[in-house]
């Protein structure tokens, strides 16, 4: 090997190297650029889903609780005739107990943890049967579970059976036969 093919080596390793720092150089500024598009396009979603559930609130009016309760529940897979006549059975502070004629259905908050209730508390004695809690079909609605506003209908429907309680973003419905017990 003579000395020019070796300088002739050397310049060829020497372009591949500044032809790849180069390279990498435009890729890491391409990669910077789509990042920076993501994010606009991040924030213009927010907005625009900020804006379109603030047009829908502006348009949601929620009369009837229950009537709006078995419409909700007639988009999901409930056992047969369970969202048809609905009935109010009893109330307390941020829960409400519906009878169907095919079981019951407790409208609790997600704050309640339903392990604690089946240990006999005060909620739990009254209301629902013993060991009915065990039987459940538990059921979690909210904007991520059901459709996008329903965080917002479900506020109208909660001032609607509790005007002192700040409505939730989400409940959870715990349905059960009625052969679990009289509640």
Same mark, same amino acid.
């Given at each position: 090997?003579t000395?020019?093919? !070796? +300088?002739?080596?050397l !310049?060829? +390793?020497?372009g591949?190297?500044? !032809?790849?720092?180069?390279?990498?150089?435009?890729?890491?500024?391409?990669? &910077?650029?789509? *990042?920076?598009?993501?994010?606009?396009? #991040?924030?213009?979603?927010? *907005?625009h889903? %900020?804006?379109?559930?603030?047009v829908?609130?502006?348009? +949601?009016r929620?009369e009837?609780p229950?009537?709006w309760? %078995?419409?909700?529940?007639?988009?999901?897979?409930?056992?047969?005739?369970?969202?048809?006549e609905?009935?109010?059975? $009893? &109330?307390?502070?941020?829960w409400?107990?519906?009878?169907? $004629?095919?079981?019951? !259905?407790?409208? +609790?908050r997600?704050?309640? /943890?339903?392990?604690?209730?089946?240990?006999?508390?005060?909620?739990?004695?009254?209301?629902?049967?013993?060991?009915?809690?065990?039987?459940?079909?538990?059921?979690?609605?909210?904007?991520?579970?059901?459709w996008?506003t329903?965080?917002?209908?479900?506020? &109208?429907a909660?001032r $609607?059976?509790?005007? &002192? /309680?700040?409505?939730? /973003? $989400?409940? *959870?419905?715990?349905?059960?036969?009625? #052969?679990?017990?009289?509640?």
């Amino acid at each position: 090997m003579t000395e020019a093919d !070796l +300088i002739l080596t050397l !310049l060829l +390793i020497a372009g591949f190297a500044l !032809l790849g720092a180069l390279i990498t150089l435009g890729n890491a500024r391409q990669a &910077q650029a789509i *990042r920076e598009v993501g994010e606009v396009l #991040h924030g213009w979603a927010i *907005r625009h889903i %900020q804006l379109s559930r603030a047009v829908a609130a502006s348009a +949601i009016r929620i009369e009837d609780p229950v009537t709006w309760l %078995q419409e909700a529940l007639a988009r999901f897979p409930l056992p047969e005739g369970l969202a048809r006549e609905l009935v109010p059975e $009893r &109330q307390g502070y941020g829960w409400v107990l519906l009878r169907s $004629r095919s079981g019951k !259905l407790l409208l +609790i908050r997600p704050e309640i /943890d339903p392990t604690p209730l089946e240990r006999g508390s005060r909620f739990a004695s009254p209301v629902l049967p013993p060991g009915s809690l065990r039987k459940a079909q538990v059921l979690e609605l909210s904007p991520v579970t059901a459709w996008p506003t329903f965080d917002l209908e479900l506020a &109208q429907a909660w001032r $609607r059976w509790f005007p &002192q /309680d700040p409505p939730p /973003d $989400r409940v *959870r419905l715990m349905v059960w036969p009625e #052969h679990a017990g009289q509640g």
